[in-house]
């Protein structure tokens, strides 16, 4: 690959990431709805024609920045597993940083778990970003446990509704050292 290649492709990467960055700034600051492709192209100075050379449309750009998400939202849950190596605080620490992410960043969250997007759980598909993250809840629990990927899956299911609820204000937020606790209590079995 010549230079002038190098060049073009590391432009193009700059370019897709500042498409899926503004897409996230704008529905951060607006809600996905006000993130339409024309106003988004206005926003990074390139034509439609350009950002559609990158983005297939409105779907597309959402499921990166829903992948995106997942790589930050499994930084932050391995930060916090580390931090507390200790059962069950380390499920408690990875539990509440979840809510934490959601709680700070609502656009992206909603990206990540409520938009519609072909971004595929659970399967031989699943994007390497949203697998690492998943994989934080399932090392809070020891190796020889059997049944860790289903209490992973069990756990993450009830902190998406936490947050979920809390963040459409269906459940109130005081409690939410409460629910976290009665839901490690329950669920931090680390024996097999």
């Known amino acids: 690959m010549s230079a002038s290649e190098k060049r ?8 897709h990431q500042l498409i899926i960055t503004a897409a996230r700034e704008l529905a951060e600051a607006e809600g996905w709805e006000a993130m339409t492709t024309r106003r ?10 350009v950002l559609y050379s990158h983005f297939s449309g409105k779907d597309a750009i959402v499921r990166a ?11 932050d849950l391995r930060r916090a597993r ?20 959601a709680a700070q960043r609502p656009a992206l969250y909603q990206a990540m778990f409520v938009m519609p997007t072909d971004v595929k759980f659970a399967h031989a598909e699943t994007p390497p970003p949203l697998r ?5 809840f399932v ?15 069990v756990i993450w299911s009830a ?9 459409s204000g269906r459940i109130p937020p005081d409690s939410q050292e409460e629910r976290l ?5 329950q669920l931090a079995d680390t024996s097999g």
């Open 8 to 15: 073009r492709d590391r432009e193009r990467a700059q370019r």
């Open 181 to 185: 606790d009665f839901l490690v209590n």
């Open 40 to 49: 988004l192209a206005e926003r990074v100075e390139y034509s439609q024609p």
């Open 139 to 153: 090392s809070c629990y020891r190796p020889d446990n059997t049944q860790r990927e289903l209490a992973a899956e």
């Open 65 to 75: 920045v829903a992948i995106d998400g997942f790589g930050e939202l499994a930084a």
């Open 159 to 167: 902190v998406h509704g936490i947050a979920t609820l809390s963040g």
């Open 132 to 136: 690492a993250a998943f994989d934080e």
């Open 82 to 101: 580390l931090a507390s190596p200790e059962p069950p605080q380390t499920l408690r620490a990875v539990c509440r940083a979840y809510l934490e992410f």
